[in-house]
């Protein structure tokens, strides 16, 4: 049977709050049940794409998020971690306590008519060696 791959949600929290957190099976965590996610209001559907890349004969994995929101987060410089939730209720963990840390690139649109799209795009970037983990619930 083929899976949809659509994400429905995103949510963040701050990387600390991960302690704790278990690799159950290879591609499975197991993750605090006391974590404060904040969800984010996305516009359908966001998208999430993870590609191989070997570099010094490494392979290193890039995952990339990318959803459009009306949401002004106020990230600052926190270390964040991403929650995704695919339509089927699946659910992908997106960066670790440890580092690297997903980056976040936000582009505030201001246009010059009401008509075009004056929600924010957001783009997480988080390389590492490991295809990100379901979440076990």
């Not at 899976?3 to 499975?28: C, D, F, H, M, P």
């Not at 890039?62 to 209720?89: A, E, G, M, S, Y």
């Not at 997480?124 to 619930?137: A, L, M």
Request: overall charge positive.
């Amino acid at each position: 049977m083929k899976s949809i791959k659509l994400v429905k949600s995103v949510a963040y929290a701050y990387s600390t709050q991960l302690e704790g957190s278990v690799l159950i099976a290879n591609r499975t965590v197991r993750i605090p049940s006391n974590i404060l996610w904040h969800s984010i209001c996305v516009k359908d559907h966001p998208s999430m794409v993870s590609s191989t890349k070997t570099d010094d004969k490494n392979k290193v994995i890039t995952t990339t998020l990318k959803f459009l929101t009306p949401d002004d987060l106020n990230i600052k410089r926190r270390h964040l971690v991403f929650k995704v939730t695919l339509i089927d209720d699946r659910q992908f963990l997106v960066g670790s306590s440890e580092r690297p840390y997903p980056s976040v690139e936000i582009t505030e649109n201001c246009p010059d008519a009401v008509k075009d799209n004056q929600l924010n795009e957001v783009v997480v970037t988080h390389k590492s060696h490991e295809i990100p983990p379901y979440i076990k619930v």
